[in-house]
């Protein structure tokens, strides 16, 4: 790359550049690599392709179902796959698939819902513990600790038990029994940063405690905490399903694809596709998301494979 | 988590006992983790938007009635004063009485626990016994289609709904096949046949040598058990792998190999032996977590266990039950990885 | 040199694959080695443990080796089947690792696995491995073999486990023993007995001995001939006694490296390198 003549295309060429001149162009150049490491990964495209593919059935639901997901024809219950209704109809003349199209808002809400939550959670508490160090740290561990000690879907199901049953609540459950692996990496982060110069300088300039932990602590270990909460968002798919399976999430009309699954359950051995179907769905969603994340992971952590 | 999903990678509770260990020792770790449930399922209790005193009394009690209830269960006194009372009450064995059934707590618990137990260690055993030798051949032949395979049953494992591999379980070896019982633990003629020694239906069975009771229960036992049993096996195979192929890459094996050893003694004697040790904890680990999964199984399967008592009383907000079961779920759970700390101990020449 | 060589190398490359590019740790080297003590000298990551490792087939999985000789007692390795290989190994051409630390099984008591390494080539018992082992761990100078035979790696030091790593290569009797840096952790002593065994080895059974080191005052005393390798490629081959002649600027940057009793080294002397000490390489060769 030195005569001007033979380099290729501007922007891509800046993002290949091996002696970056700015930060932002050195952050893009190295998630470009990354991108490209990733795109190799034909698993990983997959993964990524059925996430586009939820989130625009989520964007475009109302007009892509081909019936209202609440529309009750009891005339047409429980016809089977085909004709008008590809995936069949439930036990009130719902259109199934109307249904999972619609049921994908509810498990995307889930899934930001429970990353907003959970994030900031497991970011505050880690980084205090990491920042002040001593019994701060100590006791900030301690609950981490139990916490990771405990059944977490039990944990969660008395939490949701103690609140009553509704999504919010839900979220809030898995939230507060999921956090403490997020903790524990950003207190991994912020002990790394705690001693450079940069923190002492700040220090030196009278910034108070929160205000460099605010100011340049989180914004440094918060990409670490992003790509876990990414790597983990089947997993919260799956316990926000069991939830509503159990009947402690989303609540009845909704086509949370859980709630349907225990819908189409007293009809599984004869009309299977009831609760069959919203499991699919499930599957699908939360495969693309492990197959992103396993690519994502080969890409971060290229010797643990 | 709908098991096997939310399993870290090689145990966070491993590491999180470890993190005790190091500040307190083993003993001081296994009870301050027990400390920190009991103020968890107390929180739980006091946060509940319903009354406690409603629960006990009923509706249509006298005012007086109340509040004599009230100061009975303390419920007037400091906070810490109402977390000591519920300590000294567990710790004697109280867990309060079951509004559902009537009965204390701590007994439905013992009668419930052997079906839980039974189904997570029929699960375990499968999937240790098919999972571990194909995560170490997956390893060995990386690449190949058995390499493929155990990837993809990982993957599957962690993407699936345990409890609608359940129902689709059911519809298929049940409903279509015929080649297994359907849901409960006996078939209706066979209940009662047996009287309940250890608890657990084919011990019992074989112990009084009822013969056709146990291969009923056997029936019944392993469908659920293989649906459970099948994420066990996938994060096993996964775990195993991974330790294989980090063993593999060892100076040693390269030793081994100058020495002129088979490749099999190589696989067997040397990289295997090094991962019995993190493999028990991983074994374990998925062990605790089957005794949790088993809630939404034993539900899909009408499966008489702890986890069906928990969801049945928690649809019916009774909290008690819940939190007796709660605990005693992770009593079980903090139990088996001491266990695994313990055999840790014994297997690893370092850990000495 | 004898009339056939026990191990003849020509032209041995090792060459690792990696997504972005191809490193090339041995860039096409020969020698040829008879019942003598052949010493390998040169700085880190010059090449030296992947070519003892190439003659053993032991390279990782991703590394290619060629060469258009690699022959041991008329034998072409290359061409060898991993049954043959295994054969090989051990019984016949031995290798004493680089790091005892990594190169013991940390599960393993030593005693045990320098018994392994009898029984692997003979069909011997348990008590009569036992013995050897035994006979082994004293003949390298271990106080108290019977002690050592029962301690798991972690609890040896770095020079019992390199003895301990010479007592297991040298048990099934080998006709060529590769010595990767044996002796960098022993007492000026214990070394020179270790030595000795070594040199008895060469001298009485006719054994061949590919010696690797950092240590040239060492190697040139201890060994017949010496090969001097730098990036991959052989740059001087001189015997034992005359390497201090040696011509090649970069032996001579090395010797001058070594400190000296009647100079104190005020700075540290650094070697000037010079591009054109290495070979051209073939142009998909290139880094
Ligand atoms: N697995 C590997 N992948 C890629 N390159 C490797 C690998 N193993 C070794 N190399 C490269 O091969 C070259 C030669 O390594 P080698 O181990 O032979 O060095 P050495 O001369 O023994 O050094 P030292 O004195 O430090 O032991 C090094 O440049 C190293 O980077
Ligand atoms: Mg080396």
């Given at each position: 790359m030195t005569a001007a003549a033979n380099r290729p295309a501007g922007l891509r060429a800046w993002l290949r550049e091996?002696?970056?001149?700015s930060r932002l162009q050195a952050n893009l150049v190295q998630l470009y690599a990354g991108w490209r490491a990733l795109r190799r990964n034909p698993l990983a495209m997959i993964g990524l392709a059925i996430i586009l593919v939820l989130l625009a059935v989520a964007a475009l639901a109302p007009w892509i179902a081909?019936?209202?997901?609440?529309?009750?024809d009891l005339a047409n219950r429980?016809?089977?796959?085909?004709?008008?209704?590809p995936l069949g109809t439930d036990d009130l003349g719902r259109d199934i698939l109307s249904r999972i199209l619609h049921g994908a808002r509810i498990t995307l809400t889930i899934v930001v819902l429970v990353a907003v939550a959970v994030a900031p959670l497991g970011l505050a508490i880690g980084c205090l513990a990491g920042y002040f160090g001593g019994w701060v740290d100590s006791v900030l561990m301690r609950i981490t600790d139990v916490f990771m000690a405990f059944p977490r879907l039990i944990l969660a199901l008395a939490f949701v038990a103690a609140l009553g049953p509704g999504i919010e609540n839900a979220v809030l459950a898995i939230a507060i029994t999921n956090w403490p692996p997020y903790a524990r990496i950003a207190r991994a982060e912020t002990l790394t940063i705690r001693r450079s110069d940069f923190i002492a300088a700040a220090r030196l300039q009278g910034a108070s405690s929160l205000g460099i932990i605010w100011g340049h602590v989180v914004p440094l270990t918060i990409s670490s905490v992003i790509v876990r909460v990414t790597l983990d968002m089947a997993g919260i798919i799956l316990i926000a399903a069991g939830l509503g399976f159990l009947g402690l999430g989303a609540q009845p009309p909704s086509p949370e694809w859980g709630a349907m699954i225990a819908g189409g359950r007293k009809y599984?051995?004869?009309?299977?596709w009831v609760a069959t179907m919203p499991g699919i769905a499930i599957c699908v969603v939360s495969l693309g998301f492990n197959l992103l994340g396993d690519g994502l992971r080969d890409v971060l952590d290229p010797k643990q494979r | 988590m709908s098991i096997g999903q939310s399993l870290p990678g090689t145990g966070a509770l491993a590491s999180a006992l470890g993190g005790f260990r190091r500040a307190y020792g083993l003993v001081g770790s296994v009870i301050l983790t027990l400390l920190g449930l009991l103020v968890i399922t107390f929180v739980i209790a006091r946060v509940v938007p319903i009354d406690p005193v409603l629960a006990v009394?009923?509706?249509?009690?006298?005012p007086e009635l109340y509040e004599r209830t009230r100061l009975e269960l303390g419920l007037d006194r400091p906070l810490y004063v109402q977390f000591y009372l519920y300590l000294r009450q567990v710790l004697s064995g109280d867990l309060g009485n079951s509004v559902?059934?009537?009965?204390p707590v701590i007994e439905d618990v013992a009668r419930f626990f052997p079906a839980t137990l039974e189904l997570a260690t029929a699960a375990t055993l499968l999937g240790v016994v098919v999972g571990v030798p194909m995560g170490v051949l997956a390893a060995v032949r990386r690449g190949s289609w058995l390499d493929h395979l155990v990837r993809v049953v990982g993957l599957a494992g962690y993407s699936i709904p345990v409890f609608w591999l359940g129902l689709v379980g059911l519809l298929l070896f049940?409903?279509?096949?015929?080649w297994v019982e359907g849901p409960?633990?006996?078939s209706v003629g066979y209940?009662?046949?047996?009287?309940?020694?250890?608890?657990?239906i084919l011990l019992d069975a074989a112990l009084a040598g009822e013969w056709d009771v146990f291969r009923d229960a056997f029936a019944h036992l392993i469908l659920p058990a293989s649906v459970l049993g099948y994420f066990s096996l996938a994060y096993i195979s996964r775990m195993t792998r991974s330790f294989m192929l980090d063993q593999l890459s060892q100076e040693y094996v390269t030793t081994a190999r100058v020495k002129g050893v088979s490749e099999a003694r190589i696989i067997w004697r040397h990289a295997f032996r090094n991962i019995t040790v993190p493999l028990v904890t991983v074994i374990a680990l998925s062990y605790a977590h089957l005794l949790e999964g088993s809630v939404l199984t034993e539900t899909v399967f009408a499966w008489p266990g702890l986890g069906a008592y928990i969801t049945s009383s928690l649809l019916n907000v009774d909290m008690n039950a819940v939190l007796g079961g709660t605990l005693v779920v992770g009593l079980a759970f903090v139990g088996v990885n001491l266990l695994s700390d313990l055999l840790y101990r014994v297997l690893d020449p370092r850990a000495r | 040199m004898t009339a056939t060589p026990l191990l003849e190398v020509e032209d041995l490359r090792v060459r690792f694959h990696t997504d972005s590019r191809t490193v090339?740790?041995?860039?096409?080297i020969s020698f040829a080695l008879g019942r003598e003590k052949l010493g390998i000298v040169g700085e880190s990551g010059s090449g030296k443990s992947q070519t003892g490792r190439a003659i053993l087939r032991?390279?990782?999985?991703?590394a290619e080796v060629t060469a258009r000789r690699l022959a041991f007692d008329g034998i072409d390795l290359l061409a060898a089947t991993p049954r043959a290989m295994r054969r090989i190994r051990g019984a016949r051409i031995s290798m004493v690792m680089q790091d005892p630390k990594f190169s013991l099984?940390?599960?393993?008591t030593v005693g045990e696995q320098i018994a392994e390494a009898h029984r692997v080539h003979r069909r011997a018992g348990r008590r009569e491995a036992r013995e050897k082992a035994l006979e082994m761990l004293d003949a390298v100078r271990i106080r108290d073999p019977r002690r050592v035979y029962d301690l798991?790696?972690?609890?040896?030091?770095g020079g019992m486990g390199q003895r301990v790593m010479i007592a297991m290569m040298l048990v099934p009797d080998p006709d060529l023993l590769i010595a990767?840096?044996?002796?960098?952790?022993?007492d000026v002593t214990v070394q020179m007995q270790v030595l000795a065994i070594l040199d008895d080895l060469v001298s009485r059974r006719g054994m061949g001995l590919i010696f690797i080191s950092h240590d040239l005052d060492l190697v040139a005393s201890f060994c017949d001939r010496v090969l001097v390798m730098y990036g991959g490629q052989i740059v001087e081959t001189c015997r034992g006694g005359a390497l201090h002649e040696a011509s090649h600027p970069y032996t001579r940057g090395l010797l001058a490296a070594l400190p000296q009793v009647d100079r104190p080294p005020r700075d540290l002397p650094v070697i000037a390198r010079d591009?054109?000490?290495l070979l051209p390489l073939p142009p998909e060769g290139r880094p």
């Amino acid at each position: 790359m030195t005569a001007a003549a033979n380099r290729p295309a501007g922007l891509r060429a800046w993002l290949r550049e091996e002696a970056p001149s700015s930060r932002l162009q050195a952050n893009l150049v190295q998630l470009y690599a990354g991108w490209r490491a990733l795109r190799r990964n034909p698993l990983a495209m997959i993964g990524l392709a059925i996430i586009l593919v939820l989130l625009a059935v989520a964007a475009l639901a109302p007009w892509i179902a081909p019936f209202d997901p609440l529309h009750q024809d009891l005339a047409n219950r429980l016809t089977p796959p085909g004709g008008a209704h590809p995936l069949g109809t439930d036990d009130l003349g719902r259109d199934i698939l109307s249904r999972i199209l619609h049921g994908a808002r509810i498990t995307l809400t889930i899934v930001v819902l429970v990353a907003v939550a959970v994030a900031p959670l497991g970011l505050a508490i880690g980084c205090l513990a990491g920042y002040f160090g001593g019994w701060v740290d100590s006791v900030l561990m301690r609950i981490t600790d139990v916490f990771m000690a405990f059944p977490r879907l039990i944990l969660a199901l008395a939490f949701v038990a103690a609140l009553g049953p509704g999504i919010e609540n839900a979220v809030l459950a898995i939230a507060i029994t999921n956090w403490p692996p997020y903790a524990r990496i950003a207190r991994a982060e912020t002990l790394t940063i705690r001693r450079s110069d940069f923190i002492a300088a700040a220090r030196l300039q009278g910034a108070s405690s929160l205000g460099i932990i605010w100011g340049h602590v989180v914004p440094l270990t918060i990409s670490s905490v992003i790509v876990r909460v990414t790597l983990d968002m089947a997993g919260i798919i799956l316990i926000a399903a069991g939830l509503g399976f159990l009947g402690l999430g989303a609540q009845p009309p909704s086509p949370e694809w859980g709630a349907m699954i225990a819908g189409g359950r007293k009809y599984i051995l004869d009309q299977w596709w009831v609760a069959t179907m919203p499991g699919i769905a499930i599957c699908v969603v939360s495969l693309g998301f492990n197959l992103l994340g396993d690519g994502l992971r080969d890409v971060l952590d290229p010797k643990q494979r | 988590m709908s098991i096997g999903q939310s399993l870290p990678g090689t145990g966070a509770l491993a590491s999180a006992l470890g993190g005790f260990r190091r500040a307190y020792g083993l003993v001081g770790s296994v009870i301050l983790t027990l400390l920190g449930l009991l103020v968890i399922t107390f929180v739980i209790a006091r946060v509940v938007p319903i009354d406690p005193v409603l629960a006990v009394v009923g509706d249509r009690a006298t005012p007086e009635l109340y509040e004599r209830t009230r100061l009975e269960l303390g419920l007037d006194r400091p906070l810490y004063v109402q977390f000591y009372l519920y300590l000294r009450q567990v710790l004697s064995g109280d867990l309060g009485n079951s509004v559902l059934t009537s009965r204390p707590v701590i007994e439905d618990v013992a009668r419930f626990f052997p079906a839980t137990l039974e189904l997570a260690t029929a699960a375990t055993l499968l999937g240790v016994v098919v999972g571990v030798p194909m995560g170490v051949l997956a390893a060995v032949r990386r690449g190949s289609w058995l390499d493929h395979l155990v990837r993809v049953v990982g993957l599957a494992g962690y993407s699936i709904p345990v409890f609608w591999l359940g129902l689709v379980g059911l519809l298929l070896f049940y409903a279509e096949l015929g080649w297994v019982e359907g849901p409960g633990r006996l078939s209706v003629g066979y209940e009662d046949i047996v009287d309940p020694v250890t608890g657990v239906i084919l011990l019992d069975a074989a112990l009084a040598g009822e013969w056709d009771v146990f291969r009923d229960a056997f029936a019944h036992l392993i469908l659920p058990a293989s649906v459970l049993g099948y994420f066990s096996l996938a994060y096993i195979s996964r775990m195993t792998r991974s330790f294989m192929l980090d063993q593999l890459s060892q100076e040693y094996v390269t030793t081994a190999r100058v020495k002129g050893v088979s490749e099999a003694r190589i696989i067997w004697r040397h990289a295997f032996r090094n991962i019995t040790v993190p493999l028990v904890t991983v074994i374990a680990l998925s062990y605790a977590h089957l005794l949790e999964g088993s809630v939404l199984t034993e539900t899909v399967f009408a499966w008489p266990g702890l986890g069906a008592y928990i969801t049945s009383s928690l649809l019916n907000v009774d909290m008690n039950a819940v939190l007796g079961g709660t605990l005693v779920v992770g009593l079980a759970f903090v139990g088996v990885n001491l266990l695994s700390d313990l055999l840790y101990r014994v297997l690893d020449p370092r850990a000495r | 040199m004898t009339a056939t060589p026990l191990l003849e190398v020509e032209d041995l490359r090792v060459r690792f694959h990696t997504d972005s590019r191809t490193v090339e740790a041995v860039r096409g080297i020969s020698f040829a080695l008879g019942r003598e003590k052949l010493g390998i000298v040169g700085e880190s990551g010059s090449g030296k443990s992947q070519t003892g490792r190439a003659i053993l087939r032991l390279t990782p999985p991703s590394a290619e080796v060629t060469a258009r000789r690699l022959a041991f007692d008329g034998i072409d390795l290359l061409a060898a089947t991993p049954r043959a290989m295994r054969r090989i190994r051990g019984a016949r051409i031995s290798m004493v690792m680089q790091d005892p630390k990594f190169s013991l099984n940390p599960v393993m008591t030593v005693g045990e696995q320098i018994a392994e390494a009898h029984r692997v080539h003979r069909r011997a018992g348990r008590r009569e491995a036992r013995e050897k082992a035994l006979e082994m761990l004293d003949a390298v100078r271990i106080r108290d073999p019977r002690r050592v035979y029962d301690l798991y790696p972690h609890e040896v030091s770095g020079g019992m486990g390199q003895r301990v790593m010479i007592a297991m290569m040298l048990v099934p009797d080998p006709d060529l023993l590769i010595a990767d840096e044996p002796t960098s952790a022993l007492d000026v002593t214990v070394q020179m007995q270790v030595l000795a065994i070594l040199d008895d080895l060469v001298s009485r059974r006719g054994m061949g001995l590919i010696f690797i080191s950092h240590d040239l005052d060492l190697v040139a005393s201890f060994c017949d001939r010496v090969l001097v390798m730098y990036g991959g490629q052989i740059v001087e081959t001189c015997r034992g006694g005359a390497l201090h002649e040696a011509s090649h600027p970069y032996t001579r940057g090395l010797l001058a490296a070594l400190p000296q009793v009647d100079r104190p080294p005020r700075d540290l002397p650094v070697i000037a390198r010079d591009p054109a000490w290495l070979l051209p390489l073939p142009p998909e060769g290139r880094p």
